[in-house]
């Protein structure tokens, strides 16, 4: 029998990216009490990934409580918040939070309004019929227009085909940086009035306590002293530690184990507990080998829950072992061993990633759900000593059963200056990007919304800033798959190529700057095929950007003495992977990011563009 327990309340926070979703769980926490007076807290607690912090996002979804006082009786009432991402390329993190939920806060910010990646958050809770709260956020600030954000997200909401009851959400106004909140655009000193809506509107989990235990496993972890940890709701029953508990495998197979340590949130710590019953959402540890998506049950009677449905991925890229001349000299980890266990372990917790072998033994395909999810692996590696190479991402084309093929849609959305529209529009229709709407936004400018195939985006993200000066804001979403396009026109620009091995020298690279633009200064170490700079033109071009100039007893003019060089463009690892041509790799390691062609000998790349033999 289904009965609600009163005492706690579970809630996701979801948001688009930079809505202060974490500053405002910020806020909670310490209003909350969770911290003494005298303690030191950083800002944006959640985001403890170093990468999370760097880029400002939310990558890893994550556990939380606090307690607050019921305004009906004063009884203590625990909230469990888990902060989700926003960008899309995370939706596997998303998509399995919102099994441990109950209820949503959807943050939007009062000058922006909804942006694309609050429709991919907000149709995940909608699908799942959970109850939202809508909180207007950074309402204090001069430009805020919470009229005109509330009646998009209520459009939004219809977009989505929310019924009546989601349809009447609450509302409430917020300052997540000031800790404030209130029922109107007057807002409170605290954020009293979010906690009382979030205990009157989120409905308690419903549980059956006299069931056998069970409980879906969401998130993984690893624990120095405890060993892999396993993270979830507790669907139904009790669990004691130590208690015995069968595990129920994702093939359906049943394996006899125990639960040796149980944790809870309390705050932002794990700590100890001697039991849990339904609706709490518990870290169970010491578990071998557990899978997201599998059951933990009674040990007797083992029944499995519904598994976890995430999208599949529409991106892919090859990981492979170093083929560089300077393979594994600046890597821990660089044989294919390594890199494959190493994404093995990966694909345990990052379940919106796929990972195969190909017909190479020391190259593996690797597939997510967009570039940035890629290059967020590819970062982390290096980080941890992993030295490899990837190629060029590419769309994942699939083939139907009546032989048609098809390829990932995506929904894009541009604000952009008015002067860059035509640019922008011209770009894109050479894309395959199909421009539905067009509106003139209150701040002067120009929003375009497209259908494009993925393989349309992928390597433009770095051209859109170029072309539009930076002042140009791009998101977008996978909306399906659907028949493949035509060709669609790859990089412009061909690449400048070192000829030779040996350390780059101003001379060298002063021919090379009249040529494009370098990617690299004096004094760098190169080797035949890496490429140091991007032409003008379409196509490659081979120089020796190791040349010294020749010396004598005279010197022609004051230039001679003094050759400066322009500073060379810098790109961050998002930028060199959208960079990457179809024939070229990018060289991973803990020290230096390399571009370099795939053939790197000049003549074989040479013969094989003229007659298609001896590539690698």
Same mark, same amino acid.
């Given at each position: 029998m289904l009965t609600e327990r009163k005492d706690i309340r579970n809630v996701a926070i979801i948001a688009h990216v930079d809505h202060g979703k974490t500053t405002l769980v910020d806020a909670m926490l310490k209003q909350a009490r969770i911290f003494r007076d005298n303690q030191q807290v950083e800002e944006r607690v959640l985001d403890s990934n170093e990468l999370e912090r760097e880029r400002g996002i939310t990558i890893l979804a994550k556990n939380t409580s606090i307690l607050v006082p019921n305004p009906q009786n004063g009884e203590m009432i625990r909230i469990n918040i888990v902060d989700t991402p926003g960008h899309a390329d995370f939706g596997g993190e998303v998509e399995r939070i919102m099994n441990m939920v109950d209820g949503a806060l959807l943050i939007i910010d009062s000058v922006e309004g909804p942006k694309p990646q609050t429709r991919f958050v907000l149709k995940q809770a909608i699908e799942k019929h959970i109850p939202t709260i809508v909180v207007i956020n950074k309402i204090e600030r001069r430009d805020a227009n919470p009229k005109d954000a509330l009646d998009k997200t209520?459009?939004?909401?219809?977009?989505?085909?929310?019924?009546?009851?989601?349809?009447? /959400?609450?509302?409430?106004?917020?300052?997540?940086?000031?800790?404030?909140?209130?029922?109107?655009? @007057?807002?409170?000193? %605290?954020? @009293?009035?979010? /906690?009382?809506?979030?205990?009157? @509107?989120?409905?308690?989990?419903?549980?059956?306590?006299?069931?056998?235990?069970?409980?879906?496993?969401?998130?993984?972890?690893? %624990?120095?002293?405890?060993?892999?940890?396993a993270t979830g709701r507790i669907h139904a029953g009790r669990i004691k530690v130590g208690e015995p508990i069968s595990r129920i495998k994702l093939d359906g197979s049943i394996e006899k184990t125990a639960a040796k340590y149980l944790f809870a949130y309390i705050g932002l710590e794990r700590v100890s507990i001697k039991e849990a019953k339904a609706g709490d959402i518990i870290t169970i540890a010491g578990l071998k080998d557990i899978q997201i998506g599998e059951t933990l049950a009674s040990f007797d009677t083992p029944v499995a829950l519904p598994t976890i449905a995430v999208q599949k991925p529409t991106v892919r890229m090859s990981f492979g072992v170093n083929t560089s001349p300077f393979t594994g000299l600046e890597g821990k980890y660089s044989t294919s061993r390594k890199i494959w266990g190493r994404l093995q372990e990966e694909i345990k917790t990052n379940i919106a990633l796929h990972v195969s072998e190909t017909e190479q033994k020391d190259v593996f395909s690797v597939s997510g759900r967009g570039e940035l999810h890629l290059c967020i692996l590819i970062e982390t590696m290096r980080r941890e000593g992993y030295e490899f190479q990837v190629?060029?991402?590419?769309?994942?084309?699939?083939?139907?059963?009546?032989?048609?093929?098809?390829e990932p849609f995506e929904e894009l959305h541009i604000d952009v200056n008015p002067d860059y529209v035509g640019v922008v529009i011209e770009s894109l229709g050479k894309r395959r990007g199909r421009m539905e709407e067009m509106n003139n936004n209150t701040d002067g400018t120009v929003h375009l919304r497209f259908t494009i195939p993925t393989r349309g985006l992928l390597g433009f993200r770095y051209r859109f800033l170029n072309m539009t000066h930076g002042q140009g804001i791009l998101n977008s979403f996978y909306i399906g798959n659907r028949p493949l396009e035509g060709s669609i026109e790859s990089r412009e620009n061909g690449s400048i190529i070192a000829i030779e091995a040996g350390t780059s020298s101003t001379f060298g690279l002063k021919n090379a700057e009249q040529r494009g633009i370098l990617f690299i200064k004096p004094g760098v170490e190169v080797y035949e095929g890496m490429i140091v700079g991007e032409t003008g033109r379409s196509q490659d071009l081979a120089i020796n950007v190791v040349k010294k100039k020749h010396l004598t007893n005279m010197r022609q003019s004051i230039r001679d003495i003094d050759e400066r060089l322009k500073v060379p463009r810098e790109m961050s690892l998002d930028e060199l992977v959208e960079y990457l041509a179809e024939d070229e790799l990018l060289e991973v390691t803990p020290k230096n990011l390399r571009l370099r062609k795939r053939i790197l000998n000049t003549h074989d790349r040479l013969r094989f563009q003229k007659t298609g033999e001896g590539q690698e």
């Open positions: 209520f459009d939004l909401f219809v977009e989505l085909n929310a019924d009546n009851e989601l349809l009447d /959400f609450p509302i409430i106004y917020a300052d997540g940086l000031q800790g404030k909140a209130g029922l109107d655009q @007057h807002l409170d000193n %605290d954020l @009293h009035a979010l /906690f009382e809506m979030i205990i009157n @509107h989120v409905p308690g989990p419903m549980i059956e306590e006299d069931s056998p235990f069970q409980m879906l496993v969401t998130n993984l972890g690893y %624990d120095e002293y405890s060993g892999v940890t190629s060029r991402p590419e769309a994942i084309i699939i083939t139907e059963e009546d032989g048609t093929k098809t």
